[in-house]
Nanobody
Framework: VQLQASGGGLVQAGGSLRLSCAAS????????MGWFRQAPGKEREFVAA????????YYADSVKGRFTISRDNAENTGFLQMNSLKPEDTGVYYC?????????????????WGLGTQVTVSS
């Protein structure tokens, strides 16, 4: 499975961005899709995850109510809608995919990672 994230950019605080994660290859094997981010000088952290059906979603407390994760299995694409962005949301955002169920708020269950896309929120 190959993942390609896109949609990052520079936005003012309070603005919105929509990230996309296009998957190719053995996409039928993907159980969970997730997003992580890494701010400068910090460790990569969990942002959000969604199950295969899209029926169950999980969020970090810091983004609940502002971010929405979804996926379009027909298009093999995942999305992260980010609203009410804050400067502390700045970082490189990575999409990831897992073949099996695990502690999806950690990196360990994820088998595939895309290259990141930069999100910068100015104050």
């Amino acid at each position: 499975v190959q993942l390609q994230a896109s949609g990052g950019g520079l936005v003012q605080a309070g603005g919105s961005l929509r990230l996309s994660c296009a998957a190719s290859g053995r996409t039928f094997s993907i159980a969970f899709m997730g997003w992580f981010r890494q701010a400068p000088g910090k460790e990569r952290e969990f942002v959000a995850a969604v199950t295969r059906s899209g029926g169950n979603t999980y969020y970090a407390d810091s983004v609940k109510g502002r971010f929405t994760i979804s996926r379009d299995n027909a298009e093999n694409t995942g999305f992260l809608q980010m609203n009410s962005l804050k400067p502390e949301d700045t970082g490189v955002y990575y999409c990831a995919a897992s073949r099996s169920i695990g502690v999806i708020t950690t990196e360990s269950p994820y088998d595939y990672w895309g290259l990141g896309t930069q999100v910068t929120v100015s104050s």
